[in-house]
């Protein structure tokens, strides 16, 4: 069915791998998807100026593994989040070990030193 992620099929992606039991309803569906685009905007923010905020990017990307499942997030991020954030990215994911090194969309992405330094004395 979701042999590869388009603009047109992705919410149905994330509704078939969605699974919040406390969930009443599409609002909270709706406020979970929210996260990917505040994920984006911090992304950006540390990218474009350097301000990290790391705990709040770790809660939601922690967050949306809980409720869509690992790999359900994953495949949600790298399709909602440029790949000029994939670097700092890749380096949150491989921290929660969310993904391997040899994750095929990411394989030839750095990571970011300065974020794994960061993450490394949390």
Do not use: C
Not at 66 to 90: C, D, H, M, Q, R
Request: charge should be neutral; hydrophobic fraction near 40%; charged fraction near 25%.
């Amino acid at each position: 069915m979701f042999e590869k992620i388009t603009p047109a099929n992705w919410q149905m992606f994330a509704m078939k791998h969605y699974d919040n039991p406390q969930a009443d309803g599409e609002e909270e569906f709706q406020d979970d998807l929210k996260r990917f685009k505040y994920l984006k905007r911090l992304l950006k923010k540390y990218h474009e100026g350097g301000d990290l905020k790391e705990r709040l990017i770790l809660n939601h990307i922690i967050v949306l593994s809980n409720v869509f499942g690992t790999e359900g997030a994953v495949t949600l991020l790298l399709f909602k989040i440029e790949p000029e954030y994939w670097s700092e990215l890749k380096t949150f994911l491989l921290y929660l070990n969310m993904i391997t090194l040899f994750e095929p969309a990411l394989s030839r992405v750095k990571q970011d030193k300065h974020i794994w330094n960061t993450l490394q004395n949390i």
